[in-house]
């Protein structure tokens, strides 16, 4: 049974950065593509940030250059640096582990930006 853990998110005002983790269970981290997503009040949950077993990483067109993910393989965890913060990024942030067609969720950390 796979667990990923988020922690980080918070109040932050606009133009504010924030660091989000993710902590997976299991032994085999590396070789799978991690994800975050995020999910607003009556909005579909979307990709954010994807990083890849090679360190290619895929972001959404309204966080480029902004939030950054990375990935610690010998700590079982993966990151995601958001800078620049505006209010428009407030949701539940979600990690995701890809395992071929199956996708393991976290439970989600609030993050909040306040103008």
């Known amino acids: 049974q796979v667990q990923l853990v988020e922690s980080g998110g918070g109040l932050v005002q606009a133009g504010g950065s924030l660091r989000l983790s993710c902590a997976a269970s299991g032994s085999i981290f590396s070789i799978y593509t991690m994800g975050w997503y995020r999910q607003a009040p009556v909005k579909q949950r979307e990709l954010v940030a994807s990083?890849?077993?090679?360190?290619?990483?895929n972001y959404a067109d309204s966080v480029k250059g902004r939030f950054t993910a990375s990935r610690t393989n010998a700590k079982n965890t993966v990151y995601l640096q958001m800078n620049s913060l505006k209010p428009e990024d407030t949701a539940v942030y979600y990690c995701?582990?890809?395992?071929?067609?199956?996708?393991?969720w976290g439970q989600g950390t609030q993050v909040t930006v306040s103008s």
């Open positions: 995701s582990q890809h395992r071929g067609p199956r996708v393991y």
């Open positions: 990083i890849t077993s090679t360190l290619m990483t």
